[in-house]
């Protein structure tokens, strides 16, 4: 099963000691998917030698770019940004940590004939008790205020035709908050959706960010405007 065109983004904030490994591998997989293929990383605002490795990669495949945000901006904005430059119909994003398989993004394919989203689910999800209990609570807290009834919706890997993104705007909310807004928006407006188990992985090197407590706080103020906003 193939696409006709597929725009690939990853996110990214102080990831050099992963990217180089998420974008060689997506690379490979690429062609055997699709025509006509592009990968975009965006750079929010990372500290470490993110851009400079993957300038180097640039060099050596025009068909990856990157979009530098200084300074850091966020997971919501990073979505934003990528969504933005991507110039296929079909965009999948995932995290640049290494934590999914790309090659997963088969299993999507079948369903680009029936639906306009297709979300992953972490299948079995390789993080911390904190981490998954957060994720617990966001899932929970997104059914009850928005009826949003997906197994996971915060996900780091989908496959979305980017009309749903041009459908959507304007998209307020930041960090946790943009995904929400996004599936919200989009099945509000009779997007077709399918879900799809993937694999999750333990994360080798590098660190997370998710559970900081200054992201978790200003992620729930910006949950309750967005409910206020749409409900």
Known sequence: MKVKELSVFFPAYNEETNIKATITKAAKIL??????????????????????????????????????????????????????????????FTDADGQFDFSDIKKFLPFTKEADLILGYRIKRADSALRRFYGFIWNLIAKILFGLDVKDYSCGFKLIKRKVFEEVQPLEAEEKVTQIEFLVKAKRLGFRFAEIGVGHYPRRQGKQTGANIKVVIGSLINLFKLWRKLR
Not at 53 to 79: D, S
């Open 31 to 92: 062609p055997q998917i699709t025509k006509k293929w592009e990968i975009i990383v965006v750079d929010d605002g990372s500290t470490d030698k993110t851009g400079e490795i993957v300038e180097g990669l640039i060099k050596k495949n025009p068909q990856v770019r990157m979009i530098t945000h200084a300074p850091n901006r966020g997971y919501g904005a990073a979505l934003k940004s990528g969504f933005a430059a991507s110039k296929y119909s079909w965009v999948a």
